[in-house]
């Protein structure tokens, strides 16, 4: 049974930065897409950030991009959202996700892309 379990939400003042972290378990897929979403009160879930392991191909919201990085560390099935310089409008749970296929550049941001999911860490950003 594929499981995701992320940590490192919290709440930071606008300007500091937070690191998610999301360890998946129950599978040992080859190549995969790995995502982090968000959503916020009243608003539709949105796609973050998403990394292929294997040709290392990264994936960002417009709205993160230059102050969020997602990495991948294969050997610990462990992929990590680094988020810095942030603001009031990341208020948010965010959510992991993976799917057993690559992504790309037209699915990355869709949750239909992703078939298992994370229960989702709060970060909470307070101006």
């Known amino acids: 049974q594929v499981q995701l379990v992320e940590s490192g939400g919290g709440s930071v003042q606008a300007g500091g930065s937070l690191r998610l972290s999301c360890v998946a378990s129950?599978?040992?897929?080859?190549?995969?897409?790995m995502g982090w979403f968000r959503q916020a009160p009243g608003k539709e879930r949105e796609g973050v950030a998403a990394?292929?392991?294997?040709?290392?191909?990264?994936y960002y919201a417009v709205s993160v991009g230059g102050r969020f990085t997602i990495s991948q560390d294969n050997a610990k099935n462990t992929v990590y959202l680094q988020m810095n310089s942030l603001k009031p409008e990341d208020t948010a749970m965010y959510y992991c996700?993976?799917?057993?296929?690559?992504?790309?550049?037209?699915?990355?941001?869709?949750?239909?892309?992703?078939?298992?999911w994370g229960q989702g860490t709060q970060v909470t950003v307070s101006s």
């Open positions: 990394a292929n392991s294997g040709d290392g191909s990264t």
């Open positions: 129950g599978y040992t897929y080859g190549t995969n897409c």
């Open positions: 996700a993976t799917t057993g296929n690559l992504c790309s550049g037209s699915s990355w941001y869709k949750s239909n892309t992703f078939r298992y």
